[in-house]
């Protein structure tokens, strides 16, 4: 049996180890590099700290109050009538009071100025970019561009993008952690997103609510570039052969490969009103009010396109 006196020194080193792994790890939350990201982080950040003026004081009161009362200490107080200290009420009820009230005006101002549905104040133009959730793959179209990819998209630096989101398989969640605020992607819905990146750089998208056996190749790139790299990459996607039609588009949902992540494919056109046509087919179309059991049965079935364009 390991003596009392000797266990610390050997609890030291597994003690440490915890720390050595966390020492490997690379939170994208806590590494923003777009503003949105920048404004939630540092809202975590000041959450936390508000919270531990609680938690820190709880902790060592729990631990300085064990120690000193304890059964060997023959010189601690022994006061078995004390029931009430009117500084004490004030202390244990006026900080937590301050610190809630302190946590619903950041609450209130940061729920607003983050709302993921509000546009991002910018005087460059915005990237409009429609996200669509497939068993086990992102499909994206950029409508003024008139082009689409799989699993992977690019912008500019600086500019606001504007996501709008929707699935046309069961409920995923779209998030870029390098760049703030992830939001659910449902069928027969459409949710929106602004974000901006402000460092170039290869992020990492992917996505959180677990769909299936696929999920967990289920994610994309997000490249921000300058301008320039950003127009040799839509040249890039315009020089591919194939073009988004619907027959094109029930041959991509149709591919539902759970067992390696689908290749990054790019489409030199897209039809128009393909992105309003997947909201809407679940709206008025086939898949309306069918149940789960239908659902795969529902995304299969052929697309038919709005002749108005996606508005």
Same mark, same amino acid.
């Given at each position: 049996?390991?003596?009392?006196?000797?266990?610390?020194?050997?609890?030291?080193?597994?003690?440490?180890?915890?720390?050595?792994?966390?020492?490997?790890?690379? /939170?994208?939350? #806590?590494? %923003?590099?777009?503003?949105?990201?920048? *404004?939630? =982080?540092?809202?975590? &950040?000041?959450? $936390?700290? @508000?919270?531990?003026?609680?938690?820190?004081?709880?902790?060592?009161?729990?631990?300085?109050?064990?120690?000193?009362?304890?059964?060997?200490?023959?010189?601690?107080?022994?006061?078995?009538?004390?029931?009430?200290?009117?500084?004490?009420?004030?202390?244990?009820?006026?900080?937590?009071?301050?610190?809630?009230?302190?946590?619903?005006?950041?609450?209130?101002?940061? /729920?607003?100025? #983050?709302? %993921?549905?509000?546009?991002?104040?910018? *005087?460059? =133009?915005?990237?409009? &970019?429609?996200? $669509?959730? @497939?068993?086990?793959?992102?499909?994206?179209?950029?409508?003024?561009?008139?082009?689409?990819?799989?699993?992977?998209?690019?912008?500019?630096?600086?500019?606001?993008?504007?996501?709008?989101?929707?699935?046309?398989?069961?409920?995923?969640?779209?998030?870029?952690?390098?760049?703030?605020?992830?939001?659910?992607?449902?069928?027969?819905?459409?949710?929106?997103?602004?974000?901006?990146?402000?460092? %170039?750089?290869?992020?990492?998208?992917?996505?959180?609510?677990?769909?299936?056996?696929?999920?967990?190749?289920?994610?994309?790139?997000?490249?921000?570039?300058?301008?320039?790299?950003?127009?040799?990459?839509?040249?890039?996607?315009?020089?591919?052969?194939?073009?988004?039609?619907?027959?094109?588009?029930?041959?991509?949902?149709?591919?539902?490969?759970?067992?390696?992540?689908?290749?990054?494919?790019?489409?030199?056109?897209?039809?128009?009103?393909?992105?309003?046509?997947?909201?809407?087919?679940?709206?008025?179309?086939?898949?309306?009010?069918?149940?789960?059991?239908?659902?795969?049965?529902?995304?299969?079935?052929?697309?038919?396109?709005?002749?108005?364009?996606?508005?």
């Amino acid at each position: 049996m390991i003596p009392l006196k000797h266990l610390g020194r050997v609890l030291r080193p597994g003690l440490m180890l915890p720390f050595l792994l966390l020492a490997g790890c690379n /939170s994208a939350i #806590l590494n %923003p590099k777009g503003q949105i990201g920048h *404004d939630e =982080k540092q809202l975590l &950040i000041t959450s $936390v700290v @508000l919270m531990l003026i609680v938690v820190i004081p709880v902790i060592v009161m729990t631990i300085a109050f064990a120690w000193k009362y304890r059964a060997s200490n023959t010189k601690a107080r022994y006061e078995p009538d004390w029931s009430h200290s009117t500084a004490i009420e004030v202390v244990v009820w006026s900080i937590p009071c301050v610190i809630i009230l302190v946590l619903a005006v950041l609450t209130w101002r940061s /729920s607003h100025a #983050l709302d %993921p549905y509000r546009p991002l104040d910018s *005087d460059v =133009k915005p990237i409009t &970019i429609e996200a $669509v959730s @497939l068993d086990w793959k992102w499909m994206f179209i950029y409508p003024d561009q008139n082009i689409a990819t799989v699993n992977e998209i690019a912008f500019p630096v600086h500019t606001p993008l504007n996501f709008k989101i929707t699935s046309d398989t069961v409920m995923n969640s779209f998030f870029i952690p390098h760049l703030g605020t992830m939001i659910y992607a449902m069928a027969g819905m459409e949710t929106k997103l602004h974000l901006v990146a402000n460092e %170039p750089g290869e992020y990492f998208g992917l996505s959180t609510n677990y769909s299936g056996h696929g999920f967990s190749k289920m994610s994309f790139k997000a490249h921000a570039t300058d301008q320039a790299g950003f127009d040799a990459w839509v040249a890039k996607v315009k020089a591919s052969p194939t073009a988004l039609n619907a027959a094109e588009y029930q041959v991509l949902a149709a591919n539902r490969n759970d067992k390696e992540q689908y290749p990054v494919t790019y489409y030199s056109s897209v039809q128009d009103g393909m992105f309003r046509s997947l909201v809407d087919k679940y709206m008025n179309g086939p898949g309306h009010n069918k149940g789960h059991g239908d659902h795969q049965a529902a995304a299969a079935e052929p697309v038919a396109m709005c002749t108005s364009g996606d508005k």
